[in-house]
Structures are given as structure tokens and as C-alpha cells.
């Protein structure tokens, strides 16, 4: 890792305990080593094309005739797989 305030290599190769590869996303913010970093790009298209596959999204939305089962659908989202990073039930007007 280069870092470009100072004009030097900060990080090289090294195992950090309790960090995991999935928290590495545009706009995560990392603790390595007592600095608190932003992840504002990938360095190549291999890693663009590895992580955004890993981490892209899809936006959901259950109508109100479907209120009742909605258990049910959440239910059926997770057993296909997907992982529900954000949940939010609105009343529109």
C-alpha cells in the first residue's frame, strides 16, 4: 500500500488478526495498523472484476398486497442464496 501523503510504501504483505477479505469495498473504511483508511479504488481489473462480483447488490421492494407473507419472501430470499445487507420497512404517502 502506498501512501501518497507521505510518498512511501506504509504497508507491505502482512497478516492482520481480525481482518477479514469481505471488509474490502469501495467506500469501506479499514483500521490497519492504528490508521483508519478508505478503500477509494482497486489497483487493477482483476481485483475490480474479483471484488465487485463478490460484493454487488440488488435492490428489493415487497408490496403492500404482499405484506402478509412477507416472512415467507425473506425467507425464500435467504434459502436462494442471497445475503440481505439492508432491511427497511416505509409507509409511503
Known amino acids: 500500500m502506498y501512501d501518497v501523503k507521505n510518498s512511501r510504501i506504509f504497508l507491505k504483505k ?19 495498523l492504528s490508521r483508519v483508511m478508505k478503500v477509494t479504488g482497486y489497483a487493477d481489473l482483476r ?4 471484488f465487485e462480483t463478490s460484493r454487488s447488490s440488488t435492490f428489493a421492494m415487497i408490496k403492500p398486497h404482499a ?27
Open 14 to 32: 502482512i497478516e492482520i488478526p481480525g481482518f477479514n477479505i469481505d471488509d474490502l469495498y469501495i467506500g469501506a473504511k479499514c483500521t490497519i
Open 47 to 50: 481485483t475490480r472484476r474479483r
Open 67 to 93: 405484506y402478509a407473507q412477507m416472512g415467507k419472501i425473506l425467507d425464500r430470499v435467504s434459502a436462494a442464496g442471497f445475503e440481505i445487507a439492508k432491511l427497511k420497512m416505509s409507509k409511503f404517502n
